[in-house]
């Protein structure tokens, strides 16, 4: 490969193009009809070669083009018109125009078929976007992520999802060296240097940024083949492919795969369209996941998986398995035509993930997680700055942002609520009608309504209902009065937007909401649904007065709700006469009164003591958020004594039962609910009993063992994480120094995790300055910074040590963050503060720089609505409830 100095400099000087560049769209004057794709990749080098070859249609008569090229060093272009003729072509890339290159012909064409053919080098990328390279056990590889828009950064194309075409790739690698793309591959040819060619077989027409290339010394394990089906007449090949000496974990995640692919064609009476199907484990990465059509990536901790693998990682791994599978149908085969519609593909593949996930494993709880990340979204929802899910793209960040619990979970909970209401088999009817009309094309948001009207039979008020949850920002509140007189019961139901104490937001929206509410009568419910599309109204009970209801039966609804006391009271005293998910949204009811100012200490508390009971861990533990922050916000050394007694009084009793060892044969709920419970009371309410258990772990974990390494079986392994940070911070410079001459010789990716993350959890000053700085180093891998970043600021000790060290390092650390984590940074900052005077200090840091970093004007705005939203609640609240509260209910001697 030649030097790539001159290659830079040629980069330089293409970026002088005028200001006429398109920002947002490319323009229709031109559209991509086949791509040709041949790349040079060697990891052990500093870049890559490549030649990319696009059949254009003109569309009309132009002398140049506007495609897409970021940081591509283009030594030549070729333009060979529709009669055959070539043409020396000038490609240049425009300023400040996120990656908009220009393609001059040297004359007019008239509209017709042309091919260009581009030759280019460019470094590997630096930020785990396009083509970058990753280590693992000092090996290097070449990985891609592509989405949303650094397609452009590996190759010059049309890179916008409307834009579907079939590509054939071609790969020249080393010696040694294995390559894997979307397609099978379909030959091997040595060259006179000792590389070898690989080509591939043409693709299905996908957009730019599905495509995926892997490159290293890979283990390749091949597993039966997926059996045809009712759907499919031919078998899928299935591969799953990691790092060189890892192929041995991979059976767990090959096992899981083909139950969830016929779970999924059964789902869509759709096949897999893709032919083959190979699972990578990247060493490195900045998402979870994703979905690349035929070749899809994950992140390494999800697909390396043995006996010692915690439980939760287990269930992570088939659940987001599951969700990128069903990628392949919503948003590959199917793929929205511009990223306002990102949400058809992220929050269809999470409804869809929960409903096969509580099919084939139910002990997963699926049917609970849907409500909490429901819940989860609500929370960010209930910022007057948030988003709406199909929001206006007008720039990078704006695309960037749209990868948030907005898009994925509120969206998953809209589906989930309109399915509801529409009937699951109904609902299942026009998924699939939407599916077949548009497979291997392009849809929008309206076309799917469409499809579930149709195949509900539904009237206008259906779509205008759902596009209200889609194209306004915000959770509804959903207020409820009973009114029982003489004999006749009556529900009368308001709507206005939900916020917090202390927000400024305009409350006054309106949304088209499916209210059922559950009505318990003795021992005996029932439910009654009513369309609210209007500011107010009544629900007449058939049954007469209740003895309580709840005003979201099932939690299938994205609202929040809000009830007089005493209606409240009633349904707090019958809490265990409601469904699991019922009692999740109970607890949120709770949370979100609490943060409205509605419902005071005491009332949170008594629901905690409701819940805790439960043998159901996302119900027992549901309230720690809200106990967290009372422990947090209003306690004080007077107060926080009878806190942390009533927390240990409610959970160590269950911890005891449960032991802080694994048992045989045990369940996978009792080993969650351990490691829930020991991180609580070790982390959060401080007991002294839990960390001295968890540090007599940590110790034994301390020592080097037989096969060099600290002496990892020494604890349970589904509390490694917590075990090690709690030791991190009761022996402090030791814990440390074991733990990081461990990770230098360490190369397995959960181990790396649990030490990375344990390394953050120190709440020393100077400790803390040594594991900051320790993220600046090439020890950490890109892909860990954020894990141990978000550790450590997390520690309400640590909030004003963090970020003295993040104003004197933020430079250097913005070259380790992945472009799509420069604007967590904003948030991560200030995550836990609480005073006006804080949110001073953040904009004043911030405000000049924001907008230099991806999504970084949107997250200052969020970051300073919730310093402002927590002071304010901290006024509503007061200590004088929470001193109350504590008089009433001493700690024991």
């Known amino acids: 490969m030649r030097p790539l100095l001159a290659a830079c400099l040629l980069i330089f000087a293409a970026s002088a193009l005028a200001d006429d560049a398109p920002r947002g769209r490319l323009p229709k004057t031109a559209e991509p009809l086949h791509y040709a794709l041949q790349f040079r990749i060697d990891p052990a080098a500093d870049g890559f070669a490549g030649v990319t070859t696009i059949r254009v249609r003109l569309n009309e008569a132009a002398d140049h083009l506007w ?26 890339q425009a300023k400040d125009a996120d990656g908009v290159a220009r393609i001059d012909f040297g004359k007019t064409l008239p509209a017709q078929t042309i091919d260009l053919r581009i030759v280019y080098r460019s470094r590997y990328d630096e930020h785990l976007e396009g083509l970058y390279k990753a280590r693992h056990a000092d090996k290097p590889y070449v990985v891609t992520q592509m989405e949303p828009i650094s397609a452009r950064r590996a190759f010059p ?153 915690p439980t939760q990682l287990r269930r992570s791994s088939f659940e987001v398995n599951t969700h990128e599978l069903a990628h392949q149908w919503f948003g590959d085969t199917v793929t929205m035509q511009w990223w306002d519609d990102i949400w058809l593909n992220e929050a269809f593949a999470t409804w869809l993930e929960n409903r096969i996930t509580g099919r084939l494993r139910p002990e997963n709880r699926a049917d609970l997680g849907m409500v909490e990340g429901a819940q989860y979204a609500m929370r960010a929802d209930s910022l007057a700055s948030a988003r709406r899910v199909r929001q206006p793209i007008s720039g990078v960040g704006d695309i960037e942002d749209a ?30 009608n939407y599916v077949r009309e548009h497979e291997f094309g392009n849809a929008t948001s309206d ?90 109204g009544t629900m007449t009970l058939a049954d007469g007065c209740p003895d309580w209801y709840l005003p979201n039966a099932d939690s299938r609804g994205y609202y929040r709700i809000a009830m007089p006391a005493a209606e409240l009271g009633k349904l707090t005293a019958a809490v265990d006469k409601l469904a699991e998910r019922e009692q999740l949204g109970f607890a949120d009811a709770i949370r979100a009164g609490f943060e409205r100012g509605d419902v005071d200490v005491a009332a949170a508390l008594a629901a905690m003591r409701q819940l805790a009971p439960s043998k159901t861990r996302e119900i027992s533990t549901s309230l720690f958020g809200t106990f967290n922050w009372i422990r947090d916000y209003l306690s004080d050394a007077t107060t926080r004594p009878a806190l942390d007694a009533f927390a240990t009084s409610l959970y160590l009793p269950r911890l005891r039962e449960l032991g802080y060892a694994q048992r045989a044969g045990e369940n996978s709920d009792d080993a969650l609910m351990r490691s829930a419970l020991a991180e609580f009371l070790a982390r959060d309410v401080e007991n002294a009993q839990v960390r001295a258990a968890l540090v007599e772990q940590g110790r034994a974990v301390l020592k080097i063992g037989d096969n060099g390494h600290l002496t990892f079986s020494a604890a349970n392994y589904d509390l490694l994480g917590t075990t090690l940070s709690i030791t991190v911070q009761e022996l402090g410079a030791p814990a440390i120094d074991a733990l990081v001459a461990e990770i230098g010789r360490q190369s397995d990716p959960t181990l790396r995790a649990s030490m990375i993350g344990a390394l953050g959890a120190t709440r020393d000053g100077k400790l803390g300055d040594r594991v900051r700085n320790y993220v600046l180093t090439d020890a950490v891998k890109l892909g860990e910074v954020s894990r141990l970043l978000g550790v450590n600021q997390s520690h309400p000790e640590n909030h004003a040590a963090y970020w003295t060290w993040l104003k004197a390092n933020f430079d250097a650390l913005v070259k380790r963050m992945p472009a799509k984590g420069e604007g967590r940074l904003v948030e991560r900052a200030s995550d836990g503060w609480c005073a006006a005077a804080q949110e001073k200090e953040l904009v004043e840091f911030f405000a000049p720089r924001a907008a230099s970093l991806t999504g970084g004007d949107t997250a200052l705005a969020r970051a300073r609505e919730k310093i402002a939203l927590c002071v304010a609640r901290r006024e509503k609240q007061g200590t004088a409830g929470l001193a109350a509260w504590a008089k009433a209910n001493p700690p024991a001697l």
């Open 157 to 309: 194309g049309f890179d916008e999802p409307v834009f579907k075409t079939p590509y054939d790739v071609t790969l020249e690698v080393p010696p040694g060296q294995k390559g894997v793309t979307n397609a099978a591959q379909k030959s091997a040819v040595k060259l006179a240097d000792g590389w070898t060619r690989l080509t591939f077989e043409t693709t299905a027409k996908l957009p730019t940024y599905l495509i995926a290339i892997g490159v290293g010394p890979w283990d390749v394990v091949d597993a039966p083949p997926i059996a045809a089906s009712r759907w499919r007449d031919k078998p899928v090949p299935l591969r799953a492919i990691a790092a060189a000496g890892e192929g041995p974990r991979l059976k767990e995640i090959l096992g899981a795969t083909p139950q969830i692919v016929a779970a999924l064609e059964d789902y869509f009476g759709y096949p897999y369209a893709f032919g083959k199907l190979d699972l990578l484990a990247a060493p490195d990465f900045s998402a979870g996941a994703m979905e690349n059509a035929g070749l899809i990536i994950y992140r390494d901790t999800l697909m390396l998986l043995d006996a010692n693998s």
């Open 67 to 92: 495609l897409h090229g970021d940081s591509l060093s283009v030594e030549k272009v070729d333009v060979t018109d529709a009669a055959g003729t070539a043409h020396t072509g000038k490609y240049a």
């Open 447 to 536: 076309d799917l309504i469409a499809a579930l009207a149709k195949a509900g039979d539904r009237d206008e008020r259906f779509g205008k209902a759902m596009k209200s949850f889609l194209d306004q920002p915000g959770v509804p509140q959903v207020t409820t009065s009973l009114s029982c007189d003489g004999g006749k019961a009556t529900l009368a139901l308001s709507q206005q937007r939900y916020f917090p104490a202390g927000s400024k937001g305009d409350a006054a929206q309106r949304w088209g909401v499916p209210v059922c509410v559950r009505l318990g009568y003795g021992d005996k419910t029932s439910v009654q649904c009513e369309l609210l599309d209007q500011a107010s």
């Open 403 to 432: 990868f948030d619990s907005l898009t994925y979970q509120k969206g998953a909970a809209v589906l989930g609520m309109f399915e509801a209401w529409l009937g699951e088999e109904t609902f299942r009817s026009g998924i699939r």
